[in-house]
């Protein structure tokens, strides 16, 4: 079985501002990191290699820096790793994103079937949720979004069981493979790379593949020039008004404790007690 796992390298979110004035993203001094949602499906990838055997191929596209996330991946466990990058790709929306990506999986397949494409559910920073569903489009893929658990694989009947989570419930659905999985967080725990392990990612040949090599052939559905998102406006959303606050009592007492948080909220809004008081008499 051959699996590929797409990571994207994307900033912390949780270090990120935006400037004040000019309402642009401030990413210097931002460190790197892998898309944590990708990490989940990379974890779910690796898990079905342990299961049943697998060949486990990372695929990013991304600026020259990116390959520090393929390196990880190669650390955890992945077999092998392919970072698509070229000037032609910056500035890319999902769309050509998508199409970028879609052509290089073609590349990888000449040499080798794939059976499983697994992405995250969206990244932390882009947040569209798009590229998963837009590679399987391109490709005539089978979609399964939002994956809670993989059931079952099988390879003779070339077949694939999962559970979806949907809105007010869990869907158990089978379809046929190859197939493209978005996978949800909390699924299932990350696990360790060891000190030999990083050894060996680090010293691991990766392969570097520009538009040539991506077999990407028109010009105009890449990069910028692919990409007919228009951002209008960025902007930092205003912080709350109130803060939470926690208040320290003498008792634990469920009495006392609903006195006290009225003794306080009857301080800070004077009306409130004019409001209750008829009702409670
Ligand atoms: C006009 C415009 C210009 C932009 N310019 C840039 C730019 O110069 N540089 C930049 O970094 N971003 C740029 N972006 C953002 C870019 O659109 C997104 O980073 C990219 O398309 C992925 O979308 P997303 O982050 O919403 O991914 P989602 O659709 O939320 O991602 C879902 C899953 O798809 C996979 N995936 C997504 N992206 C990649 C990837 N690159 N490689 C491998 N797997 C991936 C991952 O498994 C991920 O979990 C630009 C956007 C617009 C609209």
Redesign the pocket.
């Known amino acids: 079985m051959h699996i590929l796992?797409?990571?994207?390298?994307?900033p912390d979110s949780a270090q990120i501002r935006v400037h004040p004035v000019t309402n642009t993203i401030m990413r210097q001094g931002v460190p790197a990191i892998v898309?944590p949602?990708?990490l989940v499906?990379l974890e779910e990838a690796l898990r079905l290699k342990d299961r049943l055997g697998a060949r486990v191929t990372v695929?990013?596209?991304?600026?020259p820096q990116?390959e520090a996330a393929l390196r990880k991946a190669l650390s955890f466990g992945a077999d092998e790793a392919i970072l698509?990058t070229d000037r032609a790709f910056?500035?890319?929306?999902?769309?050509?994103?998508?199409y970028?990506?879609a052509s290089a999986i073609r590349k990888i397949r000449e040499d080798m079937p794939v059976d499983l494409i697994?992405?995250?559910?969206?990244?932390i920073?882009?947040?569209?949720?798009?590229?998963?569903?837009?590679?399987a489009t391109r490709l005539n893929m089978q979609l399964l979004t939002y994956v809670s658990h993989i059931d079952n694989v099988d390879l003779e009947r070339g077949e694939i069981t999962v559970q979806r989570r949907a809105e007010g419930g869990v869907q158990v659905l089978c379809t046929r493979l190859p197939a493209l999985l978005?996978v949800l967080e909390g699924i299932n725990e990350m696990r360790f790379a060891t000190m030999p392990d990083m050894f060996r990612a680090a010293r691991h040949p990766l392969a570097i593949w520009d538009r040539e090599a991506a077999g990407v052939t028109d010009l105009t559905k890449v990069g910028?020039k692919g990409?007919p998102?228009?951002?209008s406006r960025v902007f930092a959303p205003t912080p709350r008004m109130h803060r939470a606050e926690i208040i320290q009592t003498q008792s634990d007492q469920p009495d006392d404790l609903v006195a006290t948080l009225l003794a306080k909220m009857f301080t800070k809004f004077p009306d409130l007690r004019a409001a209750v008081r008829p009702r409670c008499a």
């Open positions: 796992v797409c990571i994207k390298q994307v898309n949602y990708d499906a695929l990013s596209m991304g600026p990116a698509l910056a500035g890319a929306d999902t769309l050509a994103t998508s970028a990506l697994f992405a995250g559910k969206q990244t920073d882009g947040d569209t949720a798009q590229v998963g569903p837009g590679i978005t910028l990409s998102t228009v951002v």
